[in-house]
């Protein structure tokens, strides 16, 4: 999923990259400013409403739950297994700090 998530990022900030080259507006007086300010914020939020509408779609079409019930039991058998072998370690380590007395 970060692949995924590394890649809508992408595309959204090439999107937006896209369109501050192409909207090339003439300096103007500085009333105006606080108007086109308002249209870019708008603007944004569309962007941003419509890329996270996209990427929670994306996630809902992927989502398996037997997926997720084996990455969590696949967690917890890790996880296991990892705390046996540490303890093996650890005691095999301090019996060889301390030696044989």
């Not at 400013?33 to 870019?40: E, F, I, Q, Y």
Request: hydrophobic share 40%.
């Amino acid at each position: 999923m970060g692949a995924r998530s590394f890649l809508a990022l992408f595309f959204i900030l090439l999107l937006l990259a896209s369109e501050a080259q192409g909207a090339h507006v003439p300096p103007q007086d500085e009333p105006d400013s606080p108007a086109l300010l308002t249209k870019v914020q708008e603007s944004l939020y569309g962007y941003w409403d419509t890329a996270k509408a996209t990427a929670q779609d994306l996630y809902r079409k992927t989502y398996l739950p037997t997926v997720d019930e084996k990455i969590r039991d696949m967690y917890s058998k890790s996880t296991a297994a990892v705390t046996i072998y540490a303890g093996i370690f650890t005691d095999q380590v301090l019996s060889l700090l301390t030696g044989d007395h």
